[in-house]
T-cell receptor, first 111, second 115 residues
Framework: AQSVTQLDSHVSVSEGTPVLLRCNYS??????LFWYVQHPNKGLQLLLK??????LVKGINGFEAEFKKSETSFHLTKPSAHMSDAAEYFC?????????FGAGTRLTVKP | NAGVMQNPRHLVRRRGQEARLRCSPM?????VYWYRQLPEEGLKFMVY????????ESGMPKERFSAEFPKEGPSILRIQQVVRGDSAAYFC?????????????FGPGTRLTVL
């Protein structure tokens, strides 16, 4: 069985400082991994995905994530937070039509 | 190309009524997935459908919930005799028909409130 654990339910950063949202995964197979973002009262938007190609994945809006098999991690980072980044972020694992979501991390960006 | 569309965006029902949630996948997509998001929780898979077929309904509650994806028209998630615990956001996602892909495109969701 596969699963993801988002280590922080809430992260707060100041505008212009780095963002780190942590995700660990558990899977018997080589999973596909995703990060989705959900702005208030909106649907989910795909930020980036990893599918066993390059371990460093670049996404939209300046986000990137690094797949580390030895640590079973897929943390999401951004060098400099913007106010518009405030949202809920979901780490997701996918294998054979089985998609599992983490509980989400709420990112707050302070001016 | 319009994205995944869901309607209504907000739905209010009293206990015991029926709720019907509609999902129109992206053009060219014949795979539809339904998810439920309870307050303060991540999304939970409910059901996966292709045109006229239910492929995986392992996440669907055993009673009161049903889903269909007819040959023509949107996919429908139907909840009979709603209870307060059904209050949640219900998201639909779709993926393309051609080839195996694991990217799902999500709609804006339907927020169901049961009074």
């Amino acid at each position: 069985a596969q699963s993801v654990t988002q280590l922080d339910s809430h992260v707060s950063v100041s505008e212009g400082t780095p963002v780190l949202l942590r995700c660990n995964y558990s899977s018997s197979y080589s999973p596909s991994l995703f990060w989705y973002v959900q702005h208030p009262n909106k649907g989910l938007q795909l930020l980036l995905k990893y599918t066993s190609a390059a371990t460093l994945v670049k996404g939209i809006n300046g986000f990137e994530a690094e797949f580390k098999k030895s640590e079973t991690s897929f943390h999401l980072t951004k060098p400099s937070a913007h106010m518009s980044d405030a949202a809920e972020y979901f780490c997701v694992t996918y294998n054979n039509n089985d998609m599992r979501f983490g509980a989400g991390t709420r990112l707050t960006v302070k001016p | 190309n319009a994205g995944v569309m869901q309607n209504p965006r907000h739905l209010v029902r009293r206990r015991g009524q029926e709720a019907r949630l509609r999902c129109s996948p992206m053009k060219g997509h014949s795979h539809v997935y339904w998810y439920r998001q309870l307050p303060e929780e991540g999304l939970k898979f409910m059901v996966y459908l292709q045109k006229e077929n239910i492929i995986d309904e392992s996440g669907m509650p055993k009673e009161r919930f049903s889903a269909e994806f007819p040959k023509e028209g949107p996919s429908i998630l139907r909840i009979q005799q709603v209870v307060r615990g059904d209050s949640a956001a219900y998201f639909c996602a779709s993926s393309p028909q051609t080839g195996k892909t694991d990217t799902q495109y999500f709609g804006p969701g339907t927020r169901l409130t049961v009074l």
